[in-house]
Every structure is written in structure tokens, then in C-alpha cells.
């Protein structure tokens, strides 16, 4: 659209998985122009998983799609006449496989030296790991994430979804949006770094922090905040859980007028924050005793209109019929390549008055493989022959190489 603020900008995404493609799907959120570059048997995701369909269809919407084989020099020529013509490359290959195809920083800077070259990777470029393969749940490991979750006494736990994986999507999008503004500004073209590993540690800012103040080691405790009660903590009702907040002297003494039981306050168990924090068991038990035979929806409309922050734990199924989740219309359409519709959760902001309603379809591999060939200057009869010699690939030829 016109009015987008990334209108008329060019990325070329060599990414698969989704740290890489969350950060352009950001991108064309925002207006950009996006190719996606795919080898000839497409970005992983698309191997026919379930999950790998659940990638490619929330971080692929709206992507203009290629298929080349870069190891072929005709199909290296292809890719250089995309980098010349960018603004942005984005890519997420193991450290050293962009400049062995010849597409290296370097290189990309000597043909677009106002590219913005962007690189996503699992441990960083200058460690001993640096040509480890980097997932999100390697990430979760090693950056201590996972030493935190779980129960008390417990295994450790990945968090329930790739939260680094897709958390490095946001922070890429962000450089890049910056590095972006530097250029304009500034004319200063900055590369990017970006690992997974750095983002895993990053999101822990306060843990590290408090880690250093005290000394404490910080273990596995479950729900509940380590030093303050009640902070996050569970509470099971009679139709769920729900989770409730309340610690600050004020609050605190509010919560136990809430409960009816306002002599809770002046307990000795309970009187401070330390107290509650040694007695957590007996505090968790006596507010579960306070809420009686509460339903999730009664305990939220209970505390919150009374000002304590609480939440009811919800299912998906349950997430979806959420009044508030309604309101926010936070699921947008999509299509997959077949043009079946999809709900998609869009970007959780808006610029404006309006949330941006476009219906992005995911591409087939190859799809616009003769456009955006034609678009850098390949004669009809030129891409017929990289057809032929199986350097690109159509949708139609990639279907039926499969």
C-alpha cells in the first residue's frame, strides 16, 4: 500500500525456519517487498509436517517466492542480480555457507554497497560454537533459560512454544528497521548480527540481574516469583486455574478484604512480604480456601474489579472466545497455496486508526520465479533456458519435481 511506512523497500530473504522469515514477514507487514529465495526443494518447512505447514504459514504470508539452485553459477548469477537491487538480504545459513556460495557479506557489499546485510545465527559468529547448528530449544538450553523452568525438585522445561526462535524474529525486524533509519539519515550502512543464543540471554535481563545482586543461584521453583508472595502464583478453581498477583503492602491488604478475610493481613505468616514468601505453601492454601467453589470467570471478576491482577488460564479453544481477544481482532486471514483461508494472529500493534486487513497468500515454490526474473532483466528465452537446465524452478516445475 501507499501509505505503508516500508513502501518501495526491498528485501531479499534467504531465511528457512523462522527466526529469519518471522523478521521479514515483519517487514511486509510494514509494506516491503519481500523474495523469498528457496533452494529447489524448498525451505524445509515445507516437507509436509504439520508443523513445518504451521511455519510456513504464519512467517511466509504475502513473500514472493524463487526458486534457484545457487550452487549452479547461472543460478548465483540470478541471486547477485536480486542482492544488486536491495535493500535488505536477509539470511540464517551456517556461519560461512552464504560466503562459500559466493553471496557473502563482502561480496553483497561490492554489488549493493547500500544493502543492509542482515544475519541471524544460533551462538554468534566469533565463539568456539560458532559453526554449531542453532535451534530455538539448543538457545533455551544453554542460555540458562531452561535451568529455570520446571517444577521445584523438577526436570528442566523448554517453554511451551519456539519463544526464542520467535523472539529473535522481532529483535532482526527491529535492527533492520533501525539500520534502515541510519542509512536514510545518516548514509551509514551497518551489517547485522543477530543470535539466537544473545536473544535467549537478553530476554532474561532482570533474572541476570537480580542473580548478580543477591548472589543467589536462581533454581527451578515453578509458579510464583522467588521473592515476592503472592506473585504469579497458581491457584486451582473449581472449573481451572487462575493465576494472582497481589504482593505490595497496599495490594496486599486490599486482596484480603477481597477474600472477606481481611484479618489474613495482620497474620504472622502473612504480615510481609518475607513472612509470605517462607509460608508460600500455607498463603497459597488459605487464598484457595478464601476463593471457596469459584469458577475461573467468577475469581477474575472477583479480584480484577476490585483492582488485584489475575488472570484465568486458558486453553486455545478458550483463548479464541475471549471478549477481549474479540475486540483486539488480533487474527487477521491468510491463504495458503491452494487459496485456502486461515486465521493467523497479525502483529500485535497498529499504526493508526487501523488494523491492516490485507489477506496474504503463502507462495508456491517457485511461484514467481518468471516475475521476478523478468523484473532484474532475464529475456523470456534466457528463463526458459535456466528452466530447462533446471537452475530455477516454477510452481509448476517444482510440483512436479517433487
Not at 253 to 279: S, T, Y
Not at 323 to 340: H, L, M, Q, R, Y
Request: aromatic share 4%; net charge negative.
Amino acid at each position: 500500500m501507499q501509505h505503508s511506512p516500508l513502501h518501495g523497500i526491498r528485501v531479499v530473504d534467504f531465511g528457512q525456519f523462522v527466526a529469519a522469515p518471522g523478521a521479514s514477514q515483519t517487514l511486509i507487514e510494514l509494506g516491503a517487498d519481500v523474495v523469498k529465495v528457496e533452494p529447489p526443494e524448498g525451505d524445509w518447512v515445507r516437507a509436509g509436517t504439520a508443523f513445518g505447514d504451521a511455519i510456513l504459514r504464519s512467517y511466509n504470508r504475502g513473500k514472493r517466492s524463487i526458486a534457484i539452485d545457487l550452487k549452479d553459477p547461472r543460478g548465483l548469477e540470478v541471486a547477485e542480480k536480486l542482492v544488486a537491487d536491495a535493500d535488505v538480504i536477509i539470511q540464517n545459513m551456517r556461519p560461512g555457507a552464504m560466503a562459500a556460495l559466493g553471496l557473502g557479506q563482502d561480496r553483497v557489499h561490492e554489488l549493493n554497497p547500500r544493502a543492509i546485510y542482515a544475519t541471524v545465527s544460533g551462538f554468534g559468529l566469533n565463539g568456539p560454537s560458532r559453526n554449531r547448528p542453532g535451534l530455538d530449544i539448543a538457545a533455551q538450553a544453554e542460555s540458562g533459560l531452561m535451568s529455570i523452568t520446571g517444577e521445584l525438585g523438577g526436570n528442566p522445561l523448554r517453554v511451551g512454544t519456539t519463544i526464542i526462535d520467535t523472539a529473535t524474529a522481532h529483535v532482526l525486524a527491529q535492527a533492520i528497521l533501525a539500520a534502515l533509519l541510519e542509512r536514510e539519515r545518516f548514509d551509514r550502512v551497518a551489517p547485522i548480527e543477530v543470535s539466537l543464543l544473545e536473544v535467549a540471554i537478553h530476554l532474561q535481563s532482570a533474572e541476570w540481574i537480580s542473580h548478580a545482586l543477591t548472589g543467589i543461584p536462581l533454581v527451578r521453583r515453578g509458579n510464583g516469583q522467588p521473592g515476592v508472595a503472592p506473585a504469579a502464583d497458581l491457584i486451582q478453581t473449581s472449573d481451572g486455574h487462575i493465576v494472582i498477583s497481589g504482593y505490595s503492602p497496599h495490594h496486599w491488604k486490599l486482596l484480603c478484604e477481597v477474600l472477606g478475610h481481611p484479618e489474613m493481613a495482620a497474620d504472622p505468616r502473612f504480615v510481609d512480604n518475607e513472612a509470605r514468601v517462607a509460608h508460600r505453601g500455607e498463603l497459597l492454601a488459605a487464598m484457595s480456601d478464601a476463593l471457596g467453589d469459584r469458577t475461573s470467570e467468577e475469581c477474575v471478576q472477583l479480584l480484577a474489579g476490585n483492582g488485584i491482577v489475575v488472570g484465568a488460564v486458558r486453553d486455545y479453544d478458550q483463548v479464541r472466545r475471549s471478549e477481549d481477544v474479540i475486540a483486539s481482532e488480533i487474527f487477521a486471514k491468510g491463504e495458503a497455496p491452494d487459496g485456502t483461508p486461515f486465521d493467523v494472529a497479525r502483529m500485535p500493534y497498529q499504526l493508526g486508526d487501523k488494523h491492516d486487513d490485507a489477506v496474504r497468500r503463502v507462495p508456491h515454490l517457485g511461484e514467481h520465479s518468471a516475475e521476478i526474473a523478468a523484473g532484474i532483466g532475464y529475456t523470456e528465452a534466457e528463463f526458459e533456458a535456466l528452466i530447462a537446465a533446471g537452475v530455477l524452478l516454477t510452481g509448476d516445475t517444482a510440483k512436479a519435481a517433487v
